[in-house]
């Protein structure tokens, strides 16, 4: 299965279709670990970046669950 990083702005990725907007940068990985560390790694570099994962039928990875897996504790 093959999962898609999605990161931009917080304009850019507020968008209905984040991979129509020009503001958006996208990347391939073909292990949720893999896109997971590069969500991750995206965030420790900028904190203002907004980050999303989708899997191969476009279903957003999101919430607690999300947090959790790239190894944030919720406050």
Not at 20 to 37: H, I, P
Not at 45 to 61: C, F, Y
């Amino acid at each position: 299965m093959t999962y898609r990083v999605y990161y931009g702005d917080a304009v850019a990725m507020a968008t209905r279709d984040p991979h129509l907007n020009d503001g958006v940068r996208t990347e391939q990985f073909s292990t949720e670990y893999e896109a997971l560390r590069r969500a991750r790694e995206l965030i420790e570099e900028d904190l203002s970046t907004v980050v999303a994962i989708r899997d191969a039928a476009g279903n957003q990875l999101a919430g607690l669950r999300l947090q959790l897996r790239l190894g944030y504790l919720c406050q």
